[in-house]
Nanobody, 115 residues
């Protein structure tokens, strides 16, 4: 069965960095777009970034461009989100998703940016 397991969240000060990981199993990882979403407190879930199957194309929400980098390792079946220059408004539950539609989501990892 499809499984997506996020890790790497935590509490970080403004200006700090975190790297999220999403380990995938149960499907041919290298064939799928992978994406990261987040749900800030009291708000709707929003797309943060996605990466195509080969890793050759990426796209980002305007709010994270220049600060976040999505990448993938098709040998380790893992997608990453490197988050730099974190701001308080980046506080959210972060989820990885198979593709940009459909029902396969991870359970989420909490990122809290606070001094």
């Amino acid at each position: 069965q499809v499984q997506l397991v996020e890790s790497g969240g935590g509490l970080v000060q403004p200006g700090g960095s975190l790297r999220l990981s999403c380990a995938a199993s149960g499907f041919t990882f290298s064939s799928y777009v992978m994406s990261w979403y987040r749900r800030p407190p009291g708000k709707e879930r929003e797309l943060v970034a996605y990466i195509v199957s080969t890793g050759g194309v990426t796209n980002y929400a305007d709010s994270v461009k220049g600060r976040f980098t999505i990448s993938r390792d098709n040998v380790k079946n893992t997608v990453y989100l490197q988050m730099n220059s974190l701001k308080s408004e980046d506080t959210a539950m972060y989820y990885c998703r198979r593709g940009l539609a459909g029902t396969y989501w991870g359970q989420g990892t909490q990122v809290t940016v606070s001094s």
